[in-house]
């Protein structure tokens, strides 16, 4: 509820701007005071102070005037990508103590840093923005190519639930062989097994008959068509994945309720973000080897900071946890691939 009431109050903020702005205009009067208030909520009624700038009943501002173009970006920023002043301490917190912003959420000090669902959306839209639009990154770089290096590195990166932050070489190198053998056996490509596509709805089947032969005809064409697709999924797919990894967390911590594994796992899956973030802003080697070893080292300290338990039985439940998720990773990789392989005919 805190999640929803916090991204609700920002679409909620915009629209009385909107409405004051419209007031404003029928009443010159109380456009004269600009953030002075006109002595009750227009929103509410509820009586102001002289000097209050948010209504203390219903929370909106007690702006009655056209907003300017740098109060409407402010006004968008500040509620939708949380950059004012708790985001620098959130992000500190975040990246630096794993578990530290979990235990204090659960601890009820909420107001002091961005909620875990705001901090996940926040550095996942940086991620692929950057992602899509850095110059020289490697996503750009392989969709504008057409020779045979037609690898999409950042698919496998974004759809594998940023469970690493330094494999993008590797993962090159693999799908640009995947890429080549599905160009080499071209003539025979079975997108699903005939055995299951046979029970699939007729139209269903016509889209996957159109696909192998799509396939067939342009392998290449077809390996970059599911990789864009991949990757305009793979934000949604992370997103879908966390109800399951707070169940394995659950499976593991039964201590805990489910809700306060959910919450580790936003916080995590952010921490996660902002780790590619870094190696895709910061190509460098010592970059992303320092993002790769952090990634799979966080997970263990914030476990152990969270369910405060011996050292050997983190240790132990992490791995296994790191085994079950990668077991749901592969299942949302092959899902993914299987849609990008369909949407490219």
Not at 4 to 13: E, H, N, Q, V, Y
Request: hydrophobic share 50%; proline share 4%.
């Amino acid at each position: 509820m805190d999640e929803l009431s916090g991204l609700s109050g920002g679409a909620a903020a915009v629209a009385a701007s909107a409405e004051a702005a419209g007031l404003a205009g029928g009443r010159g009067t109380h456009a004269a005071h600009g953030h002075g208030n006109t002595g009750a909520c227009l929103n509410c009624q509820t009586p102001l102070t002289p000097d209050a700038r948010f209504c203390n009943q219903c929370g909106q501002d007690t702006a009655n005037h056209p907003p300017s173009l740098m109060e409407f970006v402010h006004e968008f920023v500040s509620h939708y990508i949380a950059v004012e002043g708790t985001l620098w301490k959130s992000l500190w917190g975040l990246m630096a103590k794993p578990g530290f912003l979990t235990m204090e959420y659960l601890a009820g000090r909420k107001q002091r840093y961005v909620l875990p669902l705001r901090l996940l959306l926040t550095l996942g839209l940086l991620f692929f923005l950057a992602l899509k639009l850095m110059p020289g990154s490697v996503h750009v770089a392989e969709l504008d190519k057409d020779d045979d290096d037609v690898a999409q590195v950042a698919v496998v990166e974004a759809a594998s639930g940023v469970a690493s932050a330094a494999t993008t070489s590797k993962a090159a190198e693999k799908l640009d062989k995947a890429a080549r053998r599905v160009a080499e056996r071209s003539g025979n490509v079975n997108i699903i097994d005939k055995r299951l596509a046979e029970r699939l709805p007729e139209g269903m089947q016509a889209k996957v008959k159109r696909a192998e032969d799509h396939w067939r005809a342009d392998p290449k064409g077809s390996v970059k068509a599911m990789g864009a697709t991949m990757l305009g999924l793979a934000p949604y797919a992370v997103l879908c994945s966390l109800p399951f990894f707070a169940g394995l967390l659950k499976l593991l911590f039964w201590r805990q309720p489910y809700g306060a594994h959910f919450v580790f796992a936003m916080h995590l899956h952010a921490a996660w973000y902002g780790m590619l973030l870094l190696a895709v802003l910061l190509p460098w080697g010592g970059v992303a080897f320092a993002a790769w070893a952090w990634s799979n080292i966080y997970p263990v300290i914030a476990l152990k900071r969270v369910h405060a338990a011996s050292w050997w039985t983190t240790l132990l439940r992490a791995a296994l946890l790191a085994a079950l998720h990668w077991v749901i990773i592969g299942l949302g990789v092959l899902v993914l691939a299987m849609v990008g392989a369909l949407a490219s005919a």
